[in-house]
């Protein structure tokens, strides 16, 4: 079965960049999407279609690919950025998978 | 304004039923699919199954399938997830959610969760 692998936490000083990867094999034939995650809040959106930013999210955000890995670039990191990001795709049976999630500490 | 609005939150015993709800409004309920996923506590995110309200088109992480039963009611613009004999291990929150199509599409709506503990 399809595997999505994000590193389990991430660690920036605020103003930094931060860069949460999610590798899948060929990773660049699916559309990748991106979920911020704050405790105690339901998951929003803040990258789809790999690179795409819903209305609402900071232009810091931003998404890319390359071979078998996306990431997601938050840049200007503040500390309220902190939160769990999870990766998204379909995989080939048609089913959404998440990634297992990375926490990022600011 | 789209919005996905969930029951509250439940507590039950081991072999106990359950169902819980999620209310969509502010767009056309028949015509778009919606998803359930489960969070154990300090867990990720797990795809658990998705309907098609307009024809109750239904499909089950194969984690999931017979575990639960996903089902919708496109009268009241609302989905269920149903367990018939919960499992301490059914302890969770879950969150339904919109996506904007099927098949390569994000989740773009939440539910604000339903958090279920089973313990006797």
């Known amino acids: 079965s399809y595997v999505l692998t994000q590193p389990p936490s991430v660690s920036v000083a605020p103003g930094k960049t931060a860069r949460i990867t999610c590798g899948g094999k060929?990773?660049?034939?699916?559309?990748v999407h991106w979920y911020q995650q704050k405790p105690g809040q339901a998951p929003v959106l803040v990258i789809y279609?790999?690179?795409d930013r819903p209305s609402g999210i900071p232009e810091r955000f931003s998404g890319s690919k390359s071979g078998n890995t996306a990431t997601l670039t938050i840049s200007r990191v503040e500390v309220g950025d902190e939160a769990d990001y999870y990766c998204q795709v379909w995989d080939d049976n048609s089913d959404p998978l998440f990634g297992g999630g990375t926490e990022l500490t600011v | 304004e789209v919005q996905l609005v969930q029951s509250g939150a439940e507590v039950k015993k081991p072999g106990e039923s359950l169902k819980i709800s999620c209310k969509g409004s502010g767009y056309t309920f028949t015509t778009s699919w919606i998803g359930w996923v489960r969070q154990m506590s300090g867990e990720g995110l797990e795809w658990m199954g998705i309907?098609?309200?307009?024809?109750?088109?239904?499909r089950y992480s194969p984690s999931f399938q017979g575990q639960v039963t996903i089902s919708a009611d496109k009268s009241i613009s609302t989905a269920y997830l149903q367990w018939s004999s919960l499992k301490a291990s059914d302890t969770a929150m879950y969150y339904c959610?919109?996506?904007?199509?099927?098949?390569?599409?994000?989740?773009?709506?939440w539910g604000q969760g339903t958090l279920v503990t089973v313990s006797s």
């Open positions: 060929n990773i660049g034939s699916k559309n």
């Open positions: 279609y790999d690179s």
């Open positions: 309907i098609y309200p307009g024809d109750s088109d239904t």
């Open positions: 959610a919109r996506p904007r199509g099927y098949s390569s599409s994000p989740f773009d709506y």
